[in-house]
């Protein structure tokens, strides 16, 4: 063991351990071997006395002097000893009494300090050191860190020695320390492998700055239990062999993490560093478990590194959708403080969409009162054309949460954009997993840090974050699951609403309301926050309201929303006269016939499941249930019956002769063409009825009733008759009554011709009674107005035409009886009535409102109305005949004809028929009865949601109607819905997306085919664009078939499309289509294969089974489609773990025969075998346009085949000519620019970006294209009056075909300021992107190319197209000027506006041209206003601050006035002074050699603006920031788009290789300390013009890593170099606060060049304090951190010892005793004789003379005589009385020869005129020799009489009796103590290796001596090498040691001019120093040497 006790070795060291024994108290120098021994015995007994054990068992080894240091060589010994093990059982242990010694050592009141007289001078400090068990080890930390306030001297902890971690009290009260100190020995046990009592700190010592010495032993093992261990070398072995592994268990010590291995073990096999240490700062960030994952990666985009490095702005959106109302927000940091901002745009959330933009400036529509921007310069926002308003009502549908802070609110079902979610969630939640696993893996030294400075520490702090990481996690896993089991996970997605009832069901559940529009009409309203719906969701849409869905923010249709004809607000086809008030909302309203009116139907009444109950029928209100434009009339259907008395007509026949004649022969009559035969003049009555009806007639009466054919040739005859004759007269002459018993009316005279034979036979024929007959007019009255008069014989089509002629009569239809008028013989069921009385069978039908109530919606509350049921009124007035009349009756039930008399309706009633086509925004087709066309309806805006109509059912007329007595064929079909759509945002109809409200097709029958229904409505109304990709469908209906091509249905009419919007744009397809007509389905035969597939997939959703069929069949054949599928069985579909459904199909696939389909099927297997998986994927996924479902074919395999045949049913269109016209479609926006957000590859890889679009192409008046240009417009988005600092957005303008080549084409983006009120818009500042770029402020909103193009200023002529440019515009507003910056790139600065806010932007466009905008940003700057590099003719000038350099304190060091000081000089004086010398006439010794040649009064080189220096710059190529980005490189043009137009950007590409500049930047903040300052990145490629790269790290992440100071810090001098080996560019920098009191290094590290970087590490590099520093690869590809320090070398020397200089002896007064300077110089005997004068003393003459009387009595004094003075008596005194005593009589006295060594002032004198001389008197030298001690007098009393004879010896041979000879003086000797004789202050540059990682040095190091001609090390052009410069291969500091001389400390440096040591005469002859060490008397002349020694 060693302890350094505080004693001289050249004392002995225990040269005051032997006590004058005389007096104790002072101590005699006995010599150093004496001394040494008794040391020994002291030290040995102390330590016996201190620790209670046995002398016998401590031995010390040897004593040596300290030569640690040089200072200790002079003041301490190095004491080695041994304790042996203890003999006895009642003394302490070996262990215990080390134990026991080391905490003694620490107390300075123990045993050990106290009582005894070697161990109380241990110095505690160097402890006690067990050679073989202590070592040490280097930790890097400071020792403040460790100890705390413990620290003793700030550089030492001793608590270990001291066992104060083993008191309770005292680890209370040293708790940081102890807690260290258990860490450090439980990390050396564990990593050795031995008990944690075995490893005891002693000592922490301060190494460096930042590292300390921990010393530490380790003891022997306790084998007293029979267990063995590792002894003390095996361990310390052990111990080698883990500081050089850093991946031993050592290394995983809570503490000893922090090894340096540069150290070894105590400084023995030390090693380089190799790489950072492993506590060195670790970040999740850009950890290969991270980066090396691709959806891990996703969370770290370039684009989210330019928000974080401040080039791009990291604008975050707050969204709430159930107000629209939105909030921007600045993020500085991931996760940080969200700072309100003005706008940012960057189009990703699909919610948003284009919200805000609008042609007028409005605000956004948003929720009443809720919009952030209540003080913006502009109207409320509005949804232009909307039927209603989203924020009216209460939203629907579930909240799920997304990525982030997304919400899928309301109606939100697409598998694609939920995948895209789910994908961006997932990678969350496993980017979230991946850093809890990195932090459970780095949990214990990823942070570790002052305040967290041992594993446990940080463990403790991760263990909070990752539980924080874990509480998201979780949270964020939860959102996952709740996102991935939304929307249809594996289920069908399917939703229905229903406007019936109100309900949304399936993949969704809610409830709708029901509103009225301002019409009135009953609208479901199911409103959303959000609409999104994908191409596999299926959307049913059912019920008789039309539906309204509505977003509050954006809508997007991607699937089909069609709505069944007859739904939605779509009227049935004609077939029902009414509908039951219980059947309002049923899409099947139960059928109401003709017959139901009057509840005279024959059918089966249980067709119908639900029959109408009493009170329905009772209820039936007919009015027009097939809509507006169904053509449906008003039908009033009645029998008109005129009559009159019966009176029948009477003929009478006369016959006569001349008197005594006998008549003979016969007669004839004729009746209009017909004649009898000859009538006997006799003819009985019966004969002559016979003969008349016979021949009278057209049709005998014995053919009665047969209905005769009264069309063709012949009239109507007589009828019946009856006869009656009288009796003859004498000549045989009759008179016959002929009464016409049938005949009608006033009958026609028959005439005759006489055959009559007799003279005078004559004949006649009289009218005995006119039969009556109506006759005159009459007229009908209807609804108060009157028809022309009409004939009493009217026929049908008269009657019908003055029917028609009444305003309300829209049709007439009328048959009569007597129909042809030749029915008089009455022989005609429909013949006249007797008295001509006629039936007329009629209808007329109306259409007004006043009594065919028409609703124009199916729940319209007039469908519970019924017109007033108007009576014909018959007037008669103007009829003939006895008893004429005219009378109405109801119904025609008294028709005559058949089905006429069928229609038994009493009153009127409302039906469609007719087989015409509805209209609605198109005219319907024409039937092909007598009825009008229908009417168009609801204009062209579509003032109300109105659905489309019913076409007419067939039938010319009513009575002809199926439906009179039972069930409809040939119905109309119906009509087409009505749909509106509403979003506050943007609409999009997706290109998948169909909203179709067709009309349905007619019935088609052989007696007629029914009309189509009309095409229905469709609203579109957005806020802000409509953009439709799909298809929007409102076709009409087909006509149907009706058996010939005169029956054809007509076609529905198409139906009506209005959109509103900001911008509509129109890709897709509108169909208006007017319905064909005559569609006739048959069904058709065809030969046909049927494949029985076997399908294996895998999907994300479920389909359909057919779905599934088909793709499975895609797989054999992707060029066939089925014809039919039909499922034969589903074997499975089940879930795994991952959201996957598997699926097993079996089905039935059908295809027609072809040359492509061969019935091999070997052939069909052969294809299937030749195709691969990936290559059916690739065709599968392009068949489905987007693979939504992400289906995977696995397997699929024909099991068999068949031959067969079908008949599908087909539709054909026959021939006819009554199709429907096409609909209407009307867009009102407000500017002919399109816009809409669309899918592209956006500014900075994003995935959506605003997309504008104009042409300038008009239509002449004769409708020719022409280029008409337009004024450049745009959209606004308004935000509040303020002032922002910084505007950045992208544009792209693309090349529009056959147009681009136009001049000045183009978009503005322009901040806008409108002043208080209105829309006065000024452009404060804008720039123009298009055939040039160019900037400018202060032009007028009318922007034309005469005055605005000439008003802006060109940046660049030749602007590349189809290429993004970022555009930032900076705003002083202090000045009013503001710069603009493309790419990155200043273009322009210092340009002046005028304005004193802006409160919106504009986009422009001008031409033809499109153009995207994205990622705008309107606010503060968040690039802390940096601006690179602009070079001018002057120069360049930079934003790097003010360069400071090493202080003039820190240059000159602490205290020095910067120059070089000398040491105050000393002088001797002595006797060889003489007057008239100059005292201090020189210089003195230099004290510190300031050897620094530039001085400033700033340090080492004055403070200069900041500069590009070379050695600050690195050239970087392939890289992702180093290609070039052409701009404004031709001057001619080349090529349309620019002349780098073709050539590859980025790396590899044109001019790939820039000089990135990377340079500190300090600025201060009032927003957030985050802004204040960092390390600002630009790049050039020529040095002239410099990109902007972003603050690649900010101050904000710096921190001391050594001390735990509190910042804010701040770095100078970055250098940054890229580590090919580890991918990472590491940047080094000089760090430090305001005080400038720390100087650290510190290191950050990031993947890319332009960050951000990471905050690694702060530390000294090996130790040193640096402001001046650079790395860089020399020409060995070594690295190195160069950097320059400013230290002081001290310079040793042996102290100059001066040589002894002679010099006289002197007087107490200072003048010079010659005599003694005689004696003493050269010994004379004489001067040594005291007993010379002996006879004199006897005499006392050598006494002065003096003479006392002294009184005889009492003996006292009288007086004192003087000498020569006597009495009377001539004697001194007077006698007898006085008595005489002589004292001396020496007149003058006799003085001795002798010199004296007892008299004072004989050794009063000593020499002085050199320090290092220690001179005793004279009188101790006198006495050094053996002669000396004597008695003076030679021991002959003064009274002997031997002194007559006595002769002195001669002693100046036996003593230092001539202690002053004269002599010769010599040079001073360096012999004398090692100290600084001088120091020197000088520059020196060191060069370190550094770690091939680049984040730490070896400890290889060289340094020298220098100084830049250049000035910082960082001027240098580091990448030429540097000179050769290396760090060599040895571990050094820069700590430079003291330089030593080649003279050394002589061991009698002290003692060799010194005449004692301790006592006089300490070392004189006689003494044991001289005897045993030679230590003997000094005498100066005999010491004196020429040499140095």
Known sequence: MTVRVNRPFTDGPGQDLVKDPFNPEVSLYVGNTINRQTFDTQFVLDMSYALNIDTSRIYVLYVSRGRVHFTWESSYVIVSFIFLERNSTSEPTLLEAIADLTQQIQVNTSALYTGTNVTSEIDSQWGLDVVTWDVSLKLTYAIDVIGGNAVKDGYYLNQGSLAICDDPLGAYQAALYCEFERFFEDDVSEALGIDYYRVQILFIKSSALDSVLVHFRITPPDTSNGTSAANVTSAIGHLYVQVNDPSSQLYKGNVTIRTDPSWGVSQFLTAPRQAAANFTLKYYEYDPSRVGIPSRLSQITAYDRCKANRRCNWGITE?????????????????????????????????????????????????????????????????????????????????????????????????????????????????????????????????????????????????????????????????????????????????????????????????????????????????????????????????????????????????????????????????????????????????????????????????????????????????????????????????????????????????????????????????????????????????????????????????????????????????????????????????????????????????????????????????????????????????????????????????????????????????????????????????????????????????????????????????????????????????????????????????????????????????????????????????????????????????????????????????????????????????????????????????????????????????????????????????????????????????????????????????????????????????????????????????????????????????????????????????????????????????????????????????????????????????????????????????????IAEVFIVDATIKSYDFTTISPVETSFTECSNPGSDGTLYTEAKATTKMYVATTTGAESTSRALFLSNREMGNTTSGSEREAPFSANGPIVPFEASRPSRITYYSRTDAVPSESLKVDYGSLFALISRGESGLNVSNVIGVFFGTKIMHGSNFGSAVDEAVYLKRLVTIDNYPILSRWYKVDIKIQWVNHTYSVSIDDLIVTTEQTFQGDDVDGIRLSTYRSVDVWFDEIYVGFDNSLNFQCPITLRTGTSTQAPVQRHWSFEEVHGEGNLGYTAYNVMTRHYNFLDTQGSIAFDGQGQVNDNQDIKLQYKDGDYPLTQGLIHAGALVYLTNSLRSGKTPLDQSKTRVSDQGLWSGVKDGPGGAGDGRQFWYTEYNFESDLSPTLNGGVAACSSQDLNRWRFEGIVFHYTNLSDLVFGEPGPFYVERPKVLFNAPTGQYVMWAVMDREKRDLALSAIATSPYEDGPFLFRRSFYPDGNQTRDQVIFVNDEGQPLLGRTYYQTVEFLLPQAIMQPVWESAKNRDGSINYRNSYHRAVYDPGYDNFNDIYLQRWRKEDIAYEVQCVDRLNSSKVRTPKSGEYNDDGDVCNDPSERKVIIGQGVPVVTSMFISPNNSNNSFWRPTSVPMVLSQAWSSNYRDGFCGIRKLNDDMDLNNPDLADFKPDDRGTCSNIADNPIHATFQDKLIGLTKVITTRRAKFIALSALTFDFLDTTGYLTSFEGELESGDLISLIVEMGQFGFAPGNTIRSTFAAPVRSEFETAVDYRTRFSQYIRNVNDRASYSLACVLDGVCPVNFRDQLTSGQF
């Not at 991935?484 to 229903?498: D, H, V, Y």
């Not at 109100?502 to 926050?529: C, H, P, Y």
């Not at 004809?565 to 059928?591: E, H, I, K, M």
């Open 319 to 1187: 969204h709430d959708q159930s107000t629209n109302d939105v909030r921007f927000f600045q993020r500085l940091f991931d996760r940080g403080t969200l700072y309100e901002t003005n706008m940012f745009l960057d189009f990703e959330d699909w919610r948003m969409g284009s919200r805000g933009f609008s042609w007028s400036g409005y605000i956004p529509p948003t929720a009443l009162g809720a919009t952030s921007v209540p003080k913006a310069r502009a109207a409320d926002g509005i949804i232009r054309g909307a039927h209603f308003w989203p924020f009216d009502q209460e939203s629907l549908g579930p909240d799920v949460p997304c990525y982030l802070t997304e919400r899928n609110q309301g109606l939100v079902l697409d598998r694609s954009l939920q995948r895209a979610q789910i994908d961006a969630q997932w990678a969350l939640v496993d980017d979230l997993q991946g850093r809890i696993d990195w932090l459970g893996v780095n949990i214990e030294d990823a942070q570790m840090r002052p305040e967290l400075r041992s594993r446990k520490d940080v463990r403790e702090n991760l263990t909070f974050v990752q539980a924080d990481f874990q509480h998201w996690h979780d949270n964020e896993l939860d959102e996952w699951q709740q996102l991935s089991s939304s929307q249809c996970i594996l289920k069908e997605c399917t939703i229905l609403f229903n406007t019936s009832s109100l309900q949304l069901t399936g993949a969704i559940s809610d409830t709708g309301v029901v509103k009225r529009t301002a019409q009135g009409t009953e609208v479901a309203l199911f409103t959303f926050n959000s609409i999104y719906l994908g191409p596999e969701v299926k959307v049913i849409v059912v019920g008789q309201r039309a539906l309204a869905l509505l977003s509050k923010t954006t809508m997007v249709i991607n699937t089909t929303i069609e709505a069944a004809p007859g739904t939605l607000g779509g009227f049935p086809g004609g077939g029902s006269v009414a509908r039951y008030f219980n059947d309002a909302l049923n899409d099947l309203p139960r059928p109401i016939f003709i017959c139901d009116l009057n509840d005279y139907c024959s059918f089966n009444t249980s067709l119908y499941d639900v029959k109408a109950t009493p009170a329905e029928r009772a209820s039936i209100t007919s009015n027009n249930v097939n809509g507006p434009g169904s053509g449906n009339l008003r039908i009033n259907a009645f029998v008109l019956r005129t009559s009159a008395k019966y009176i029948q007509e009477i003929q009478v026949i006369q016959t006569w002769a001349t008197a005594g004649q006998t008549l003979a022969g016969g007669f004839t009559l004729s009746y209009k063409e017909y004649t009898t035969p000859i009538i006997p003049h006799d003819a009985t009555p019966n004969v002559l009825k016979r003969v008349i009806e016979e021949n009278l007639n057209l049709v005998s009466p014995a053919n009665f009733p047969v209905l005769p054919i009264r069309t063709g040739p012949g009239s109507a005859g007589v009828g019946v008759v009856s006869v009656t004759r009288s009796s003859p007269d004498p000549q045989e002459g009759f008179t016959w009554k002929i009464t016409f018993d049938t005949a009608i009316g006033n009958t026609a005279q028959l005439t005759y011709r006489s055959y009559l034979l007799g003279a005078g036979a004559q004949m006649s024929i009289s009218t005995e009674r006119e039969g009556n007959e109506i006759g005159g007019t009459f007229q009908l009255e209807f609804q108060g107005a009157k028809t022309r008069p009409i004939l009493a014989a009217e026929t049908a089509e008269g009657l019908s035409a003055k029917l028609l002629e009444l305003p309300m009569v829209a049709t007439a239809f009328s048959t009569r009886t007597d129909p042809t008028g030749n029915c008089d013989d009455g022989f005609c069921p429909n013949g006249p009535f007797p008295s001509r009385g006629l039936l007329w069978t009629v209808y007329i039908t109306t259409n007004g409102s006043y009594d065919n109530v028409s609703p124009t919606s199916p729940t319209s509350p007039d469908t519970r109305l019924e017109g007033f049921r108007w009576r014909v009124i018959p007037l008669t007035e103007a009829l003939t005949g006895n008893q004429s009349t005219a009378e109405i009756f109801p119904s025609t039930v008294m028709s005559l004809e058949a089905p006429l008399d069928l229609l038994n309706v009493s009153f009127p009633f409302s039906l469609a028929y007719g087989g015409g086509g509805a209209s609605y925004g198109g005219v319907g087709g024409a039937g092909y009865g007598i009825n009008p066309l229908s009417t168009t309806y609801n204009g062209l805006t579509m003032p109300d949601l109105l659905g489309g109509s019913g076409g007419a059912m067939r039938s010319v007329h009513p009575y002809e109607i199926n439906s009179v007595l039972g069930p409809v064929t040939g119905r109309g079909g119906h009509g087409g819905g009505a749909i509106e759509l509403i979003a506050a945002n943007d609409l999009t109809i997706g290109s998948y997306g169909r909203i179709i409200t067709r009309g349905g097709d007619g019935d088609q029958t052989s007696g007629g085919g029914g009309g189509g229904g009309s095409g229905g409505g469709i609203v579109l109304t957005s806020g802000t664009s409509v953009l439709v990709n799909g298809t929007l469908d409102v076709a009409g209906g087909s006509g149907g078939y009706g058996g010939g091509p005169s029956l054809s249905g007509g076609g529905g009419g198409g139906g009506r499309i209005a959109i509103f919007a900001e911008s509509i744009t129109i890709n897709g397809k509108a169909n208006l289509a007017g319905g064909k007509c005559g569609a006739l389905k048959t069904a058709v035969p065809h030969d046909v294969i049927e494949l029985y597939t076997e399908v294996y997939m895998t999907m994300l959703s479920p389909l359909n089974d057919e779905r599934i069929a088909y793709l499975g069949l895609q797989y054999l054949q992707e060029s066939l489609q089925p014809v039919f599928l039909n499922t034969l069985s589903f074997a499975s579909q089940n879930e795994t773990v991952n959201n996957t459904v598997h699926a097993l199909l079996f089905a039935t696939m059908t295809f027609y025969t072809s040359d492509e389909v061969n019935a091999d099927f070997a052939w069909l297997n052969q294809t299937q075998a030749n195709k691969t998986i990936d290559r059916y994927q690739a065709v599968l996924n392009k068949n489905l346009g987007a693979n």
